[in-house]
């Protein structure tokens, strides 16, 4: 880790135990999938690197993976998350060009989000990352690779992922590769 360029560090809500509990709402979460303290991975990463200095200019994009579930269970409660719309995906795949309002936007929206229907795990979060890696380097990042919870058979009605590509052009772009940006 000490000798990457960046890093995706993907979160799992159904593991977060404030996230979880608002998941709770929308689906039954089975009692296999183990909930913990949110900062057990961020933690457990930043516990390989045996050099912190080494990690400061680089880009970390926390990711929440399965952002549907988090959302339908915010929506099921009678909230929501203004501006983080499923309908809507990466603008890089419509335009050829990343956004980094949107980036910006969607870091500051999932975070005010996490601060306020999940007890301030926005700011922890981000305070332990910015300790590390430096403010400007850290991004929050809201995914879904399937889009849906799958049926009860497991299958799946319809395929529509959410936003996957942008934590890895961000990070790519940190790194100093380029793209076209609007």
């Known amino acids: ?97 990343f956004s980094l309002a949107h980036v910006d936007a969607i870091d500051s929206t999932l975070l005010g989000a996490l601060n306020e229907y999940c007890d301030g795990l926005g700011l922890r979060l981000r305070t332990t990352a910015e300790s590390a890696f430096q403010e400007q380097n850290v991004k929050m990042f809201a995914v879904s690779s399937l889009g849906c919870n799958p049926n009860a058979d497991y299958t799946l009605d319809v395929v529509k992922p959410y936003r996957v590509l942008d934590p890895l052009i961000w990070v790519l772009y940190k790194m100093g590769f380029e793209f076209p940006v609007e």
Do not use: C
Request: glycine residues 6%; aromatic residues 6%.
């Open 1 to 97: 880790l000490e000798e990457s360029s960046g890093i995706i560090l993907l979160l799992d809500p159904y593991t977060i135990d404030p996230m979880r509990k608002t998941i709770e709402n929308a689906v039954e979460v089975s009692d296999n999938v183990a909930s913990s303290d949110e900062h057990h991975v961020l933690q457990r990463l930043l516990d390989y690197v045996s050099d912190a200095s080494k990690l400061k200019g680089k880009p970390l994009a926390l990711t929440f993976s399965k952002i549907d579930a988090f959302i339908n269970g915010l929506e099921a409660s009678g909230q929501s998350i203004p501006g983080i719309d499923l309908e809507s995906n990466s603008t890089f795949l419509k335009t050829g060009k």
